[in-house]
């Protein structure tokens, strides 16, 4: 037999326990309907904001000038004026959000094409880095620098240098203070780009009586050398006698070298003999350059001696100077032996002075004097 289960009678109370979940939802939906639409309509509550911004590296680039005091020309769009044969202290101090970049270099001569430049690169650099470097361009020079990003090319196919810290591009600068240093400097010259050789304070400077060498410093073949002073330090150098038809000289500029001297003060002072000849500047086949600085000499002293051709074993090779600048004087007004002369030269052609030097009681030889001329002009 089959039998039917009773039917289950509610009392108010259990009704009320059955129906308050579904009171309770009713009620929160409310509260939510209504937050929502206060949001919508209210302008008193703001939302966060967030900047998406691709990665970025930066280099701030400081420019000065190692040999002059005069400030580096920079244009408003960041190119850079080096003057030739000047030496520049560069440096990259690096930022950005990118972990990693690198610098660059760009530049090249002042009077040719944008389309011929040179390039340098940094290796990887981290953000706030700093490397500093120096430069030494061999011809007036505009230079940009750039900070990427990443990695750098192949430098070996690209870019033909990587720029390293403390790394000396285009020469050597040194300074030095003694006679002894200078000779030093001299001899270790070498031909891979400028010498640029700083004499920071006095020098004196003599020739032996016993000396088998003609001159006191040479400059040699095929060597760049550029001799810089400050114009509150003096160079003197005093060279001893010679016998009868010889001369002696200060510096001695072999062939194919070059010698610039841009400031200072030079004293020459020859020994006890009335006829002496002596030279400050002996040029064998090389290339003089006086930009600027002041020369006194006494007695039978030459500035400089230019040799060209045949009459010297430099056959091949051509002297030049050229005299941009300086000041020009004898020790006193009058000599006891030859006539003040700034330049003794077998071709004046190769011999150029500009308006900007300042002769005094000196002129321009086109011949040699031999020893024996000197003593019958004193006849």
């Not at 006890?272 to 006494?298: H, K, Q, R, Y």
């Amino acid at each position: 037999m089959i039998r039917r289960k009773k039917d289950k009678t509610y009392t108010g109370a259990s009704m009320v326990r059955i129906l308050l979940p579904s009171i309770l939802g009713a009620v929160l939906c409310s509260f939510m309907m209504v937050g929502t639409s206060w949001a919508w309509f209210s302008d008193d509550v703001s939302t966060g904001s967030y900047t998406i911004q691709t990665a970025n590296f930066g280099a701030d680039v400081t420019v000065s000038c190692l040999t002059e005091t005069d400030e580096v020309a920079v244009s408003d769009t960041g190119v850079y004026s080096l003057k030739a044969r000047e030496a520049y202290s560069v440096s990259f101090e690096t930022s950005g959000i990118a972990s990693k970049g690198f610098c660059t270099m760009t530049y090249h001569e002042a009077d040719e094409s944008t389309e011929t430049v040179e390039k340098m690169s940094t290796s990887v650099m981290e953000s706030e880095d700093k490397i500093s470097f120096t430069f030494i361009p061999q011809e007036d020079t505009e230079c940009l620098f750039n900070a990427s990003w990443g990695e750098p090319q192949d430098v070996t196919r690209s870019m033909p240098r990587t720029i390293v810290d403390g790394g000396v591009y285009g020469g050597t600068v040194c300074e030095v203070a003694s006679a002894e240093a200078l000779k030093t400097a001299l001899d270790e010259a070498n031909t891979d780009g400028i010498t640029i050789i700083k004499i920071t304070d006095n020098i004196e400077a003599s020739h032996a009586e016993d000396s088998e060498d003609n001159f006191i410093y040479d400059i040699k073949e095929d060597t760049d050398v550029v001799i810089k002073m400050d114009d509150d330090k003096s160079f003197k150098a005093t060279l001893a006698s010679v016998e009868e038809g010889e001369s002696r000289s200060v510096f001695k500029v072999s062939e194919g070298a070059t010698l610039t001297i841009d400031s200072g003060s030079y004293t020459a002072t020859t020994g006890e003999e009335d006829n002496d000849i002596f030279d400050l500047i002996t040029n064998e086949g090389g290339n003089v350059f006086i930009n600027g600085g002041t020369f006194t000499f006494d007695k039978a002293m030459a500035i400089i001696r230019n040799i060209v051709g045949s009459d010297t074993a430099t056959a091949d090779n051509n002297s030049t100077v050229t005299i941009d600048g300086g000041t020009f004087k004898p020790a006193e007004e009058s000599f006891t032996g030859i006539e003040a002369f700034i330049i003794y030269t077998n071709n004046e052609n190769e011999i150029a002075v500009s308006d900007n030097a300042v002769l005094t009681n000196v002129s321009i030889v086109p011949s040699i004097p031999s020893q024996t001329e000197n003593d019958n002009e004193e006849e």
